[in-house]
């Protein structure tokens, strides 16, 4: 996704919702960078929510700059309520997966097996398997910040904006959630693209 494809996106939906997210192994030197990137998008366009997954990391770098802005626009979708509470910005917004009516959870199960069908067999255990069931609620929390709920005020994302590992893009719950916007049609860019998008590099430049 290029800045004009993004730019039109955000800019022709009345209230568009970005996920701002990624890799766990986000380097130490990157991190200020991701959070200016997010700030950057926040101020430019007022309208957006941004959403992300409540990981250390990628999501928590990107989350502190949405919140430096307006934390009332940063949303947390929840593999369950509590999870990792206290890293979340006052004032954001919180979903835990947990909440949803089952109905909204199967599809999210149908959604997931669609974009990453080798997780077939651990969903249909889900209900019988405490450990697979704990193993679900983040497979499902990843496609639930795609999709939405409609029981929990969630509209679907828009555009995902990504930190992937550039070795492995697609690898764990990043690569699903990637996944899952691309069966969706929910455009993406990863790092060597936005991290060259024109306004970004001319409101960084001294």
């Given at each position: ?23 766990r192994?986000l380097?130490?030197?990157d ?5 200016a ?13 941004f ?12 989350a ?18 509590g999870h990792?509470k ?11 997966l ?22 077939g067999?651990?969903?249909a255990?889900?209900?019988?398997i405490?450990k697979?069931r ?6 499902l ?34 690569g ?7 069966k ?23």
């Amino acid at each position: 996704m290029t800045f004009d494809e993004f730019h039109l996106i955000a800019r022709t939906n009345a209230r568009p919702v970005i996920l701002v997210e990624g890799t766990r192994e986000l380097p130490e030197t990157d991190a200020e960078t991701l959070a200016a990137f997010s700030a950057w998008l926040a101020r430019s366009y007022p309208n957006a929510m941004f959403r992300t997954g409540n990981a250390d990391g990628s999501d928590s770098a990107f989350a502190r700059g949405v919140a430096h802005v307006d934390p009332s626009r940063l949303e947390y979708v929840l593999p369950y309520g509590g999870h990792r509470k206290k890293a979340m910005a006052p004032e954001s917004h919180c979903i835990p997966l947990t909440d949803i009516p089952r109905i909204e959870e199967e599809r999210a199960v149908y959604h997931t097996a669609q974009a990453s069908p080798e997780y077939g067999s651990l969903l249909a255990k889900r209900d019988f398997i405490p450990k697979l069931r704990a193993k679900s609620l983040y497979l499902l929390r990843d496609t639930l910040k795609v999709v939405g709920s409609e029981s929990a005020a969630l509209g679907a994302a828009t555009a995902g904006i990504f930190y992937v590992n550039r070795a492995d893009p697609m690898k764990g719950g990043t690569g699903h959630t990637i996944r899952v916007c691309r069966k969706l049609g929910v455009p993406v860019a990863f790092q060597d693209d936005w991290l060259h998008w024109p306004p970004f590099l001319a409101a960084r430049a001294p």
